[in-house]
């Protein structure tokens, strides 16, 4: 065994009081060494890793993660700048047995790279600050979503992103909604509708009106600026079982920051979540998100990287969206009896959704629903990665890595895809032709579309 | 609401899986929930069962003739010899072809990447041109950037060892690899893809430029050995396509971790869950339980901060031993960190280990013990909950490292404790 402050004690007697020596000074810094001790380099996460399968220039999450963080105690040793080809899938985190925080020293890693070796005028920076702050494009975008959607769709524009920014031209970029989820939102009422509903919903289900019920939807960038439908899926099915929703001014999760060692812009987009959300909490709300990785964020992310007030709160009061009604409501009763007229799914657990506990939800509650027929596509990584496949120089990599996935989706009888996660879900797209759902829309069908509901 | 099943599994390697196909057999809806990745993928993929006696004689040719031998409080013991052959049926019928040696009682002798040969109950298919106790002379295959595997040495130490053929070994460039650290699995991909390598004469593809290279250093060898990186998904087609093209018998050396051998038998069983219709929740632990007159009622896995109630009738405790962190210790004591099922051990920490590092350390049996049912046991021999069973490493009474019998003890035992738990749960 070993242990670091074990001092020599062959011989003595095991009765002698044994007092622990304080070998390493007190850090008030995040202290990876007892991460990078627990590696006992059985490569187990090597085995787990996309990337190093496809790509011959990673040398994989061991030696990103315990091996280049003992590397860094070396005065003069640069960060190897091979930590921009992770994508930040974090199955390594799942594979560890040794529990080596290992997407957190990446991210670590990732992030003082970028800081003191990046040189903060090149094209490659611009790009990725660019990619990982989507929502301030997205918002910008979204302002006139038709031109938008033009224009980002005329082949000019995509040569003109893969020449200058470096974006590839092989994909398209994905439309914006001409109504947002906010806008939708406040145009229904807000909160205030929502209470109503909530009301009327718990009345005619015989609940007691006093028993708070209350949720905070943290939408994410996708389902706002792109999917609204997943947003109002979820609105729509959690009134149906009582539920009040809020939904908190709100950042971005700060997943694809992390993945672009972007950390400054993560923490300013975290300092603004954690106060809303922690005050939606204090209101009696649990926080409910629809995308996996924004929840993986919220739960697992903040609490390792971030030192804000509230974080551990919020990270413990976070649940994925169907995650939440399986555990709170009897979802299966529920659902008995059901009917959804929707074609043949073939899903894919996204990797971030597998880190919770996730992989065989969605199946194992929509199975339940008269007319749902899903298979699942297999356990291989999407390979998109959020905005790792959108880099010019990942797109093949991306791509080979998906290759699995295309092929399994090929030969699942369905022809529309099923997934958590929008980037998941591009990149399914893109590799099938497929039209891709949200298990929440499945729901939404299920509960106040079929005949039961009416 | 708690997440119901009939059948609670919790811990996914060999035996937490043996044990949801059992249970699956009956009527019962299972659950296998597992936190990190199992240790099979440390494993070889060989299936032994008894390679040696707890104290030492061996190898044995025939593990079946010691079992009745074994101590009392062995797990071998503890579900009885017809277990055994009963869990390997089982386990053949799983695995189908993909696993050889069922025809027989008695153990294979299979050369290991080290040039040893372990005694061994059941082994994949990839692995059977390459027996020891076949007279064939043979060839083995390194390569430059694989550490792992020293084909000339490993082959001096086989001809030490007495087998009774000729063997060689040369070591080759793998075609398609240039980095000195790439991972086993990138071997695999390239020779499961059969990608386009560049090795200086154009481009070509992987396969035939790598039967070319080991063409080359044939001399008469009717089979060659190569390092378990012949693929993964498609391991059969990279293997038989290799054999076409040399003429002569192609296998796998097993070797150390990460191991790909293992990687596929897990691969495999998982498929098996799926097929039997067990739910598999992974990624996430369970960390607490709550109980009443000696009764689990739901265990309590942590979702990423979250607290979710998983219920079952009956539970299967298939944590793992030391490695797979299902028994853990502190100074003072060493313990099963979920139930806090009684795990005998000395008091004095001192008496844990022996002084030889390849000693007979008693910390290597350290474990759960239990009753015939294999419903962990407190102190007294009473049973610590009535609805819980134990099974693989978890257990003590043996050295499953020593004995050459891990896998066998993770059959036998996750067979039992799914076939008492589905009958209960059905």
Not at chain 1, 401 to 415: L, R, T, Y
Not at chain 2, 81 to 104: E, K, N
Not at chain 2, 143 to 154: D, G, K, M, S
Not at chain 2, 241 to 248: F, K, M, T
């Amino acid at each position: 065994m070993s242990d670091a402050a074990h001092t020599p004690d062959d011989g003595v007697s095991s009765d002698d009081e044994f007092d622990p020596i304080q070998v390493f000074p007190e850090s008030t810094e995040m202290d990876l060494r007892p991460g990078a001790d627990d590696c006992y380099k059985c490569s187990t996460c090597d085995t787990n890793c996309p990337v190093a399968e496809v790509d011959d220039d990673f040398p994989g999450p061991k030696f990103q993660g315990p091996e280049q963080w003992r590397l860094k105690r070396t005065e003069d040793h640069d960060i190897d700048d091979s930590i921009l080809k992770c994508s930040n899938c974090m199955r390594c985190d799942n594979a560890c047995p040794s529990e080596v925080p290992l997407s957190q020293m990446h991210n670590t890693a990732r992030g003082a790279y970028v800081d003191e070796q990046m040189n903060k005028l090149s094209r490659e920076y611009w790009r990725n600050r660019l990619l990982s702050n989507y929502r301030i494009m997205a918002h910008l975008g979204s302002k006139v979503p038709r031109l938008t959607n033009f224009v980002m769709g005329l082949g000019v524009t995509r040569a003109f992103n893969e020449k200058v920014l470096g974006i590839t031209s092989e994909r398209e970029f994905p439309d914006f909604a001409t109504e947002t989820f906010r806008e939708w939102w406040h145009n229904r009422g807000g909160a205030a509708a929502s209470r109503d509903r909530a009301q009327a919903a718990r009345t005619s289900r015989g609940i007691d009106g006093d028993e708070p019920k209350r949720i905070a939807y943290f939408h994410g960038c996708y389902s706002n600026y792109n999917t609204p439908e997943v947003g109002k899926a979820l609105v729509r099915v959690y009134e149906h079982f009582g539920y009040e929703v809020l939904v908190p001014k709100q950042r971005c999760s700060g997943t694809p920051m992390y993945a672009n060692g972007m950390l400054q812009d993560a923490k300013r987009a975290a300092d603004t979540n954690v106060p809303e959300l922690a005050a939606a909490i204090d209101e009696g709300a649990d926080i409910i998100a629809s995308c996996t990785s924004c929840s993986m964020s919220l739960r697992q992310e903040y609490p390792e990287l971030f030192d804000i007030e509230d974080v551990e709160r919020v990270s413990n009061n976070t649940w994925e969206g169907l995650e939440f009604l399986r555990v709170h409501e009897d979802l299966e009763s529920e659902l008995q009896g059901t009917t959804a007229d929707v074609p043949e799914l073939a899903y894919h657990a996204p990797c971030h959704a597998r880190n919770q506990g996730l992989d065989g939800q969605a199946i194992e509650v929509l199975s339940v629903i008269d007319g749902v027929d899903v298979e699942d596509v297999g356990d291989s990584c999407s390979g998109i990665s959020g905005t790792y496949g959108w880099k010019e120089e990942n797109y093949d990599t991306s791509m080979k890595i998906g290759e699995d996935m295309f092929q399994h989706m090929e030969g699942a009888s369905g022809e529309t895809g099923m997934t958590e996660c929008p980037t998941c879900s591009m990149q399914m797209e893109h590799g099938t032709g497929y039209e891709i759902r949200h298990p929440l829309e499945i729901l939404e069908v299920a509960l106040l579309e079929g005949p039961e509901a009416a | 609401m708690a997440i119901t099943d009939d059948v609670l599994v919790i811990g996914g390697g060999l035996a937490g899986i043996t044990a949801a196909l059992s249970a699956a057999e009956y009527d019962t809806q299972v659950r296998l929930i597992s936190y990190k990745q199992s240790t099979l993928r440390h494993a070889s993929g060989l299936i032994d069962v008894l390679g040696y006696t707890p104290d030492g004689q061996g190898p044995l040719a025939n593990p079946f003739d010691t079992l009745e031998e074994l101590p009392v409080g062995h797990p071998y013991e503890r579900v009885g010899t017809d277990a055994v052959r009963d869990a390997l049926l089982f386990f053949d019928a799983v695995t189908d072809d993909a696993y050889a040696g069922g025809h027989t009682d008695a153990n294979a002798l299979v050369p290991t990447s080290s040039g040893a040969v372990k005694p061994t109950a059941r082994y994949p298919a990839g692995v059977e041109s390459g027996l020891a106790s076949d007279p064939r002379d043979t060839l083995l295959v390194g390569f430059e950037r694989l550490p792992e595997f020293n084909a000339p040495l490993a082959a001096a130490h086989l001809e030490a060892t007495g087998v009774p053929f000729d063997v060689r070994g040369v070591t080759l460039d793998f075609p398609g690899i240039r980095r000195d650290d790439a991972k086993v699995i990138r071997y695999a991909h390239i020779l499961d893809h059969d990608e386009r390598v560049d090795i200086g004469r154009g481009e070509t593809v992987a396969r035939p430029v790598l039967a070319a290279l080991v063409s080359d250093h044939l001399d008469g060898e009717s089979r060659v050995g190569f390092p378990p990186v012949l693929g993964d998904d498609n391991h059969d087609v990279v293997r038989r396509d290799l054999e076409e093209r040399l003429g002569v018998d192609v296998f796998e050396v097993p070797s150390g971790p990460p191991s790909l051998p293992g990687l596929r038998l897990e691969d495999l069983l998982y498929d098996a869950l799926e097929e039997a219709g067990v739910r598999v929740t992974t990624g996430v632990e369970v960390v607490d339980y709550d109980s009443s007159n000696g009764h689990i009622d739901h265990a309590v896995v942590d979702r990423t901060g979250q607290r979710v109630p998983y219920q079952a009738d009956e539970y299967v405790l298939a944590t793992g031993g030391l490695v797979g962190k299902g028994i853990d210790s502190e100074r003072e004591r060493v313990f099963e960190p979920l139930f806090d099922c009684h795990v005998e051990h000395a008091g004095d920490r001192y008496e844990w280990f022996d002084g030889d590092a390849f000693g007979d350390h008693p910390f290597a049996r350290y474990g759960v013990s239990v009753d015939a049912e294999l419903r962990p046991q407190k102190a007294d021999g009473t049973v610590e909950f009535e609805n819980l069973r134990a099974a693989g490493s978890v257990l003590g009474g043996y050295d499953f490292a020593a004995e050459k019998s891990g896998s066998g003890v993770s059959l036998a035992t996750g067979f039992i404790a799914g076939v008492r738990a589905g009958e209960v749960g059905q």
